[in-house]
Each structure stands twice: as C-alpha cells, then as structure tokens.
C-alpha cells in the first residue's frame, strides 16, 4: 500500500481521508519504518496537507487515545502547534492558569521540548507537577482543581511510534499541525496557536468537524504561534457552525508595544520563574503577553463578548491571585 501512497505524494496528489486512516493504522501499529514514517511525513509537507488528510489522522490518533473519565463536559485547551523557531516562554501554559482562574475548565494538552528550549511538560516539571498521572488521576484532579495537565506521551502512547521520525526530521509536520487537535477528551471550546495562517481555515474545518462549539485559532506577527504586541495578528473564528477571519495589533487593544527579544525564554528554570512571576503580577513583559492571550483564550472560550473584553478580564484575575491560587491547586492535587 505505501508504494501506491508514495507514487501519489510524489506528483502532489491528495489523500482521501480514508488512505490517511489506513497509513495512520499501520503507522501506529508499529507496521513501518522510521524511513518509511520521516518519507512520509516530509512528502505530506512539501504537497501541503488538507483538511481530509488531517481529519483521518487526528481521528485515528484520538480512537488510539487514553480515555479520561472526568466528569467536566466543558473542558477547554489552549495548547498552540508549537514549531515557530520563537523560542519565547511558555505562553499557553502560562495562561492556562489565568483561564482556570477566570472559571474556565482547563484540561491543558502538552508535550516536551520538540522545536524549543522548554516544553509545557519541562516547564512543569520543574514546578513540581506530575506529568505521568493515570487517566483516573487525572479526571480527578480536572474535576476538583478545574486545571489538569494531559501530557500528549501519556495520552497517546501509540505515538512512539512515530516520534524516532520527527526527531530525526527536527522540522515542524503534519504532526505539529495536529497536536492540538488529538485532544482525548471531546472539549466545546479551544484556543489554537498555529505558525502558519494560511492553513487557520483548513484547521478551522477539521475543529469544526470534530464537534467544537466554539474556537479561535491564532497566528501572530512572524508566524509565532501566539498573539503578540507588535505588528499585526490573525485569527481565525469558529461560532456554531459559523467560521470568519480577523486581525488585530496592539494598538487596537490599547496594549504597550513589546517586541519578540523582550519574551525570550530560556530552560525549564528559567521559564518556570517566568511563569510563576507572571501569576504573581509582576509587571514586565510577560505579564503583558500573557495578558494578551489570556485574553484571546476567554474571548475563544465565550466567556467575553471581544478580545479587550477578555485582556479585561485577564487582569482583573491575576491580580486577585486567582491565577496563582491555581497553580497552587495543582500542585497540591497532583501527587502520585
């Protein structure tokens, strides 16, 4: 069957979603070679994947996926595609602790460092949260704290598979595309930071497709994969069914200007410093940042009728330490 897929790839012909499904099965069974798997992933970049090619592998992945038996039914993520080469700190999993705070359910999918100095689960770590609970923990500890982190590993172990492959790539793939979309558990609302704003409205349809009432999927200013103060950001709306595009500066929010070399991160220390400044209300640049996506993570949530609306919001619970309270929370309930 590969020989037939390669021939297609090879002359930039598009998988239907059904021999996506079926590649996916044998990739994820253990059926082909780490050549076999970096071949194709490097093909299905240099055509440019489709949203049938999505679908059919994030349904797989999330058919192969731990179940998580919580009982929160709006649970919502935050986790961007990464592969942006921005190297700035950890945003996302900064915010999520600002999200929880502002009476968001949020079941923070992540990973470890694949393109960047420190991935969410680094970060993490070293705060001294687990990243290798048990499902059963896990759904626990979502529904009592209102925050939980699914670390993609443990989640998806199926994915061993292919991780020799994009390793060895050391390239953004299909697979950074898609991670934010494997979610296991079946979430209503999702913020989505992607590196590449012209695929924001085949992602929108896949989002759609897998039953999300509401999204925002957001592109910044040098394709970083998260809203940013300077030049110009790009966003894509999903709302019932309905999907339309934007753009906004920080101009238009009434933010300061920060450029992308004031929010560099560093390693897992650093960032964690960062992380636990921010919650802290620190004033820097961080702060403002994580302001800024926070803001865009209650606006793709609902819970705010616009953007500033959101920022709004984003301080007012920062600076009552309810952000920071939930990070507390989290540590305390995830002890193995």
């Known amino acids: 069957m590969m020989k037939d897929i390669f021939e297609k790839l090879a002359v930039c012909e598009n998988l239907s979603e059904k021999e996506m499904t079926a590649v996916a099965e044998q990739i994820f069974k253990g059926e082909l070679s780490e050549a076999q798997i970096a071949a194709f992933l490097m093909a299905l970049k240099i055509k440019g ?3 049938e090619e999505i679908l059919g ?3 797989t992945i999330k058919k192969n996926a731990a179940v998580i038996p919580s009982q929160t039914t709006d649970a919502m993520d935050n ?3 990464g592969g942006d080469k921005s190297f700035s700190f950890n945003i996302s999993t900064t915010c999520s602790f600002v999200l929880a705070g502002g009476g968001v359910h949020v079941a923070k999918h992540g990973n470890r460092s694949i393109s960047s100095k420190s991935g969410s689960a680094d970060v993490l770590e070293e705060l001294g949260i687990s ?3 048990a499902p059963e923990k896990l759904a626990q500890v979502l529904d009592k704290a209102g925050i939980a982190f ?8 199926a994915m061993r598979y292919i991780s020799p492959a994009r390793q060895a790539l050391g390239i953004p793939t299909i697979m950074n595309l898609i991670g934010p979309l494997t979610h296991p558990m079946n979430l209503e609302t999702q913020l989505l930071g992607l590196y590449q704003a012209d695929l924001q409205d085949d992602l929108a349809q896949v989002l759609k497709l897998l039953g999300r009432k509401r999204a925002v999927i957001i592109t910044g200013p040098d394709n970083m994969d998260e809203a940013a103060l300077y030049g110009r950001n790009y966003y894509t709306l999903l709302d019932k069914g309905q999907i339309s595009q934007g753009s906004f500066t920080f101009e238009d929010l009434d933010m300061p200007e920060v450029d992308l070399a004031d929010i560099k991160g560093g390693d897992a220390k650093e960032n964690a410093q960062i992380l636990v400044s921010v919650l802290k209300n620190e004033p820097s640049p961080y702060l ?3 302001l800024l996506n926070a803001g865009l993570g209650f606006y793709a949530n609902g819970k705010v009728n616009s953007i500033k609306e959101g920022v709004d919001l984003a301080r007012e619970v ?3 330490g309810k952000a920071y309270a939930k990070l507390q929370a989290l540590q305390e309930e995830q002890i193995d």
């Open 318 to 320: 920062i600076a009552s």
């Open 57 to 59: 592998l994030v349904k």
């Open 131 to 133: 990243v290798s609970l």
């Open 79 to 81: 986790c961007g595609t």
């Open 150 to 157: 699914l670390f993609a590993q443990k989640m998806h172990p």
């Open 288 to 290: 403002e940042t994580t």
């Open 49 to 51: 994947e489709t949203p």
